[in-house]
């Protein structure tokens, strides 16, 4: 890399021969672009103005001009010619009075900048030869990332029955339209569904439009509501269970939108015939808790373009054997086997999450503790594993940073100690819960006379927890954390504190194995 200066890539020495060859590539075709430059740039002021008179032809007994000077009239110096530089095409430019495109080299020269840092640019095309490829390590990351994937339009949402039982029939409307989320109280999230309004064939909804995804972009969409595509009846099962209905349509968009980005279920279009109609039954492989029925009828609902008949056999939350039936579907078999790994994955993953909550529910049964999660959570899945985490008994932690306050050991160090951080957060947030972690007896005799509301027991053993709670004296609530496992638990539960908290309930848990028989449609 000796002798060369200002490439815009820098590197250390102790880069491989590899990469000192691609920068060293790329080092002289930055050079050649400058002297390409350089050179365009003294041909353009050697030309005359437009308008200016020329020198007159050469007469007899004038000195004979040197025959490289190409700028007549003037007797300057012929321009040198620059290595790799072909003037010829240049010099009949500037006589015939043709511009040079210096705009569609400089707009090429930007373009060839988005290829990558990593990648030299393309020279420009010389005549009679092909514009050759850009150059580069394929094993060097593209400096603007990988290119973005595009996502093909999915079918509008469509007419449901949505009761229990085999004999359900009645159509519902297409859109249901939910008020958005109301300011949450200083004391945590509203009661769910408190003040949802779904349409119903008394009170029919006017239409709006839009895509059905939640993000209000009809022509007459109302600022004050979000619209949802899924059907009424489903909506309220949502959010009877504590679900925001567009959330878990999102969901099923996004999970769908990853097994069809790239068009359609290749394998199901080739071996199905289109009017073909199947019965699909969600049938558990093993014993567990379930958890995401109703999730999983959202994806159904997004993908099938007909109607489709549901038959519910058992409820979120319920315990089931091997080889139950969980939940049975009716509809076009193309439409069932598309969503049928997408409405799995959910299904499966939610009721593992029920069914590791429930192992200790089950150990803490008979003491006060209750199991509890934490924000250890899915990216995008937070409010469905903690939905998994109370159909298996457990209980859920705060939904957000904003529903309540958590002071742990950096904001302790950040204000200079557990106190100060602690009257800190209720000067700035009167009316909010505020839970105060603790890592030794000390501290949390401190938090308790400054008011704490929830005290972390963080590492303490089942010793220290039964000396914490004598200490509390009921003043304040305690949740046990760290060390705890199921062979454990009811160590912990007996000594009094009120919660234990488990992150592996979400970050952990195996899922519960639940296939899809398909049979013919009776």
Not at 116 to 133: F, S
Not at 307 to 334: I, M, P, Y
Not at 388 to 407: F, I, P, Q, W
């Amino acid at each position: 890399m000796r002798g060369v200066r200002c490439t815009g890539v820098h590197a250390p020495t102790t880069r491989s021969l590899l990469l000192e060859a691609v920068y060293a590539e790329r080092s002289r075709d930055i050079a050649r672009e400058r002297s390409r430059a350089l050179a365009t740039r003294a041909l353009l002021k050697s030309r005359p103005a437009r308008g200016a008179a020329r020198a007159p032809a050469a007469r007899s007994g004038d000195p004979v001009r040197d025959p490289a000077d190409h700028d007549r009239g003037r007797g300057r110096p012929a321009l040198r010619r620059l290595p790799g530089r072909r003037r010829r095409p240049a010099r009949r430019a500037v006589r015939t009075g043709a511009r040079l495109p210096r705009r569609g080299r400089q707009d090429r020269r930007a373009r060839r900048r988005h290829l990558g840092g990593h990648q030299p640019p393309v020279r420009g095309p010389r005549p009679g030869r092909r514009r050759p490829a850009a150059r580069g390590d394929p094993r060097l990351p593209l400096a603007r990332g990988p290119p973005r994937a595009r996502r093909r339009a999915l079918a509008p949402p469509h007419r449901r029955t949505a009761e229990r039982g085999p004999d359900a029939r009645r159509a519902h409307h297409r859109h249901g339209r939910l008020p958005p989320d109301p300011p949450r109280g200083p004391r945590g999230p509203p009661s769910p569904g408190a003040v949802t309004q779904v349409s119903t064939e008394d009170l029919p909804l006017a239409p709006a439009g839009g895509c059905g995804d939640g993000c209000a972009c009809g022509a007459d969409a109302d600022e004050e509501y979000a619209e949802c595509g899924l059907d009424p009846a489903l909506a309220q099962l949502l959010i009877d269970a504590g679900l925001d209905p567009i959330e878990v349509e999102d969901v099923a968009n996004v999970a769908i939108q990853e097994d069809l980005a790239h068009g359609e279920d290749v394998t199901t279009v080739a071996t199905i015939p289109e009017d073909a109609v199947a019965t699909g039954d969600f049938t558990a492989r093993e014993a567990g808790v379930v958890a995401g029925l109703r999730v999983a009828e959202a994806v159904l609902s997004v993908v099938c373009t007909d109607e489709f008949e549901v038959e519910r056999h058992v409820e979120d939350g319920d315990r089931v054997e091997a080889g139950q039936k969980l939940l049975s579907v009716t509809t076009r078999t193309r439409d069932l086997l598309t969503a049928e790994r997408s409405a799995l994955n959910l299904l499966c993953r939610l009721s593992g999450i029920a069914t590791a909550t429930r192992a200790w529910a089950d150990v803490l049964e008979g003491t006060k503790a209750k199991v509890r999660d934490t924000r250890k959570t899915t990216p995008g899945l937070r409010s469905l594993e903690k939905f998994a985490v109370r159909c298996g008994g457990g209980v859920n932690h705060r939904m957000s940073l904003s529903d309540a306050a958590l002071v742990k050991d950096n904001h302790v160090i950040a204000a200079g100690g557990v106190a100060a951080a602690f009257k800190a957060v209720r000067e700035a947030f009167p009316e909010v819960p505020i839970e105060v972690e603790v890592d030794t007896l000390h501290q949390l005799r401190e938090v308790v006379d400054a008011g704490a509301d929830l005290i972390l027991l963080d590492n303490f053993t089942p010793g220290e927890c039964e000396e914490a709670v004598a200490v509390v004296d009921g003043r304040a609530l305690l949740e046990a954390s760290g060390r705890l496992a199921l062979d454990n638990a009811r160590a912990y539960a007996e000594t009094g504190v009120d919660f234990l908290a488990v992150g592996s309930l979400t970050h952990s848990s195996p899922i519960l194995d639940i296939g899809l028989d398909l049979r013919e449609a009776e």
